[in-house]
Structures are given as C-alpha cells and as structure tokens.
C-alpha cells in the first residue's frame, strides 16, 4: 500500500476559500476512486467528496455547491477546492483510494482546515 499525502490546509476565515490537494502518483493508472473525507474533533469520520477514473463526482450534502473536486491530467493529483468555508468545515481532512488495482487504499496523514474570524 502507497500512503497519498494531503497538503494545502490552513486558517481561514468563515466565507473564505482553500484548495487542498492529495498526491497520489500513478492512481489514474490503477484505477482507483480516489476520495475525500473529513474528521472533526470528537466526531466520527465523514466522507464528503469522491471522484472515479472516469471522472464521476459525488459530493455529501453537506459540502455540495461549496466544494468541488477535481483531478491533474496526469492523474497524480486529486484537489478539493473549498469554497464559501464555515465554522463547522474544521476539521482533518484525508484522503485515500479504493478499487480492485488500487494502491492507495490506506490513509495519509491529512492536513487541518480551521475555520475562524
């Protein structure tokens, strides 16, 4: 199994934007889904965001039409662009694969995402 690695996290302000990005080198090629969840203090884990080899989306209720996710054309890199940010995004957020041929089916390290005026 191949770790991917979260970056991109940060202090913002309530209405403010991050993209975080997920390197994971060679996922398009093992056809891996690769998707985002998150993880707030004292809470369970949350998938919010998923993007498939053939770049099908899916979004939780509670990020779609603030969030998007995306890939490089190279696929090595999965973004989650985050806009119109609230409070209650703080959290961790992580990043993994799935899929039969997928390597990256194991957690990173994630990148923290706060939220405050």
């Known amino acids: 199994l191949i770790q991917p690695v979260e970056s991109g996290g940060g202090l913002v302000q309530p209405g403010g934007s991050l993209r975080l990005s997920c390197s994971a080198p060679?996922?398009?090629?093992?056809?891996?889904?690769i998707s985002w969840y998150r993880q707030a203090a004292g809470k369970q884990r949350e998938g919010i965001s998923s993007?498939?080899?053939?770049?099908?989306?899916t979004y939780s209720r509670s990020v779609k039409g603030r969030f998007t996710i995306s890939k490089d054309t190279a696929g090595d890199t999965v973004y989650l662009q985050m806009n119109s940010l609230k409070a209650e995004d703080t959290a961790m957020y992580y990043c993994?694969?799935?899929?039969?041929?997928?390597?990256?089916?194991?957690w990173g390290q994630g990148t923290q995402v706060t939220v405050s005026s």
């Open positions: 993007i498939d080899p053939e770049g099908g989306t």
């Open positions: 993994v694969g799935s899929g039969r041929d997928c390597e990256y089916n194991t």
């Open positions: 060679g996922f398009a090629s093992m056809y891996c889904d």
